[in-house]
């Protein structure tokens, strides 16, 4: 006797609308079918009726939480396209902006994975410090979120010298809440009992479905733009690439946390390499022809391919999100998991769909529709979590 | 409706609808409810149905996939309720403007009754919003 169980599309999981099918036989998950599409922009169509300095505004929206990482692509496929190299101080404000927004994605996805399996303590704390971390993109950008630093040729804001210790200061307060973190998570029985051996994705897995960043890393596949096609600032600096083997959630969360390390160490490089000049070569014009560029975004590679006829907008654009890759793994990391670690297994990936949703339950025997709402599942969630603490005789 | 409004004001419970945002404004919400700025000291609380919901928040841009969604959702809230539109998709198109997915904008398809701009809103602006919001029911209750 099977179910189907709906998520989506509007549900408190995640900020944005998709839909899940899950068909459940009793506890168990046997199959899932995924409906996208609730966000659909049409901004790669838009792109063509904006100039080159808009598009990159334009694709700053696609995701609020990666917004860098898409003018870094954007950027990256236009200087491709106009043979540009942009200023070694622009390199290095860049990699700062996009190893920030870095460690504030990854922040963001362990808090709500707390909250999914009911520890809204670390959803609190977690948030807590990555204002630490708004802060000093607030500082730096003038924005929390979204900030238009980026531009073909260089950066739109320097950062001042006399600022560079604050930043400094902020991070190393930031330190000692990373490592609070790595120890409630790497240390937790009942972190461990929720999410060791849940949702694997195997490395065969991994490459069948393309999957890229955190989610292919965790299960051995060491893909990394960063490291494989360096862009910006990474190929002068000290860092290394976080790849586990396990491919469950906890090894999910392991490597965004080990990541956030390699960030700070990142971020330190840059503020003491930098050296005084210019940021901005006052790009006018792009020649007609093909140009791709890549980043590596919090949740993986991020593609952009632009072409041009020599005028002031790009004749095509084309976008390729990370999440796009990801979100069908679950299709198999979902498969004979309980009904209780779905929503965490769909979280894990760190979907971004840039909408909301819920889940919806069909009985294979009555064909009849049972409708969990997101609530539902965060409370099997959360029960799941109690009778864990049960057993491994914690209160 | 005087008192159903008053009781409106001391604890409003809020459903948060995307329709199509970048997430900006999703994570900005969020970031209220977090430490540092902590609307629950005010009693809004951020719940999982709109049936349990005193006020939707609405963000992004009402793409065509998402409007019937958004009406049957706006229909689920009780009533009296209010709607609060933030971020700049949600009160004209903002960058998006022209895309062939939008027709209408969030206050062509239900009743808006504050709007609170920006790109994303900073959490101080959309909890002056609320306040203001709040501070004119109070008038009319």
Same mark, same amino acid.
């Given at each position: 006797m099977s179910e189907i169980i709906p998520i989506g599309p509007y549900h408190p999981l995640q900020e944005e609308p998709e839909f899940f099918r899950l068909h459940v036989e009793g506890e168990r998950v046997i199959k899932m079918d995924i409906e996208i599409g609730y966000n659909h922009r =049409?901004?790669?169509?838009?792109? %063509?009726?904006?100039?080159?300095?808009?598009?990159? /505004? +334009?694709?700053e929206r696609i995701c609020g939480i990666c917004s860098t990482s898409h003018p870094a692509a954007s950027i990256n496929a236009m200087e491709d396209l106009g043979g540009i190299e942009a200023p070694e101080r622009a390199q290095y404000i860049r990699t700062i902006v996009c190893e920030l927004e870095r460690i504030h994605s990854h922040l963001l996805w362990l808090g709500l994975a707390g909250h999914f399996i009911g520890y809204n303590t670390v959803w609190m704390w977690v948030w807590k410090y990555r204002e630490i971390i708004c802060d000093i993109l607030d500082k730096m950008t003038g924005n929390r979120q979204s900030y238009a630093m980026f531009k073909v040729g260089g950066v739109r804001r320097d950062i001042l010298d006399e600022d560079i210790p604050w930043f400094l200061k902020m991070l190393d307060k930031f330190k000692p809440a990373l490592d609070l973190f790595k120890g409630a998570v790497m240390d937790d029985p009942v972190i461990h009992a929720r999410?060791? =051996?849940? =949702?694997? +994705?195997?490395?065969?897995q991994a490459k069948k479905y393309c999957v890229v960043g955190p989610t292919a890393r965790p299960s051995g596949v060491a893909i990394d733009v960063r490291k494989d096609d360096p862009y910006f600032a990474y190929e002068w600096l000290d860092w290394d690439m976080v790849v586990l083997q396990e491919g469950d959630v906890f090894a999910k969360v392991a490597c965004r946390i080990l990541? $956030?390390? %390699?960030? $700070?160490?990142?971020? %330190?490089?840059? /503020?003491?390499?930098?050296?005084? =000049?210019i940021v901005d070569l006052h790009v006018k014009e792009l020649p007609p022809g093909e140009g791709i560029g890549r980043a590596e975004a919090p949740r993986g590679e991020v593609y952009h391919y632009v072409r041009s006829d020599g005028s002031n907008f790009p004749v095509r654009y084309k976008v390729r999100a990370p999440s796009y890759m990801n979100i069908f793994s679950n299709e198999v990391a979902v498969l004979g998991e309980q009904v209780a670690d779905a929503a965490l297994i769909l979280a894990a990936v760190d979907p971004c769909y840039c909408c909301t949703e819920r889940i919806i339950a069909i009985d294979h025997d009555t064909n009849e529709e049972k409708?969990?709402?997101?609530?539902?599942? +965060?409370?099997?969630?959360?029960?799941k979590t109690i009778r864990v603490k049960k057993e491994l005789g914690i209160s | 409706m005087g008192i159903k409004l008053k009781a409106l004001t001391k604890s409003p419970w809020v459903y948060h609808l995307s329709t199509g945002s970048c997430n900006n404004c999703d994570i900005e919400i969020l970031d209220c409810l977090t430490p540092r700025y902590d609307l629950e000291r005010f009693g809004i609380v951020l719940v999982g149905s709109p049936r349990h #919901?005193? #006020?939707?928040?609405?963000?992004?841009?009402?793409t065509m996939k998402c409007i019937p969604r958004a009406k049957e959702v706006y229909e689920q809230m009780p009533k009296p309720g209010v709607v609060i539109a933030i971020g700049t998709c949600a009160l004209g198109?903002?960058?998006?403007?022209?895309?062939?997915? &939008?027709? !209408?904008?969030?206050d062509e398809v239900i009743p808006v009754d504050i709007y609170i701009p920006g790109c994303p809103p900073k959490p101080e602006g959309i909890i002056a919003g609320? #306040?203001?919001?709040?501070? &004119?029911?109070?008038? !009319? #209750?």
């Open positions: =049409g901004i790669e169509k838009l792109a %063509e009726s904006k100039s080159w300095d808009q598009v990159v /505004f +334009l694709v999410t060791k =051996g849940v =949702g694997v +994705l195997t490395t065969e990541e $956030m390390y %390699e960030s $700070m160490k990142i971020l %330190e490089q840059c /503020f003491k390499k930098m050296k005084p =000049g409708k969990l709402s997101s609530s539902d599942l +965060l409370r099997l969630s959360h029960e | #919901a005193d #006020a939707l928040l609405v963000t992004g841009n009402m198109h903002g960058v998006f403007d022209g895309s062939y997915v &939008m027709p !209408k904008t969030v609320v #306040a203001k919001l709040l501070a &004119m029911l109070k008038q !009319k #209750a």
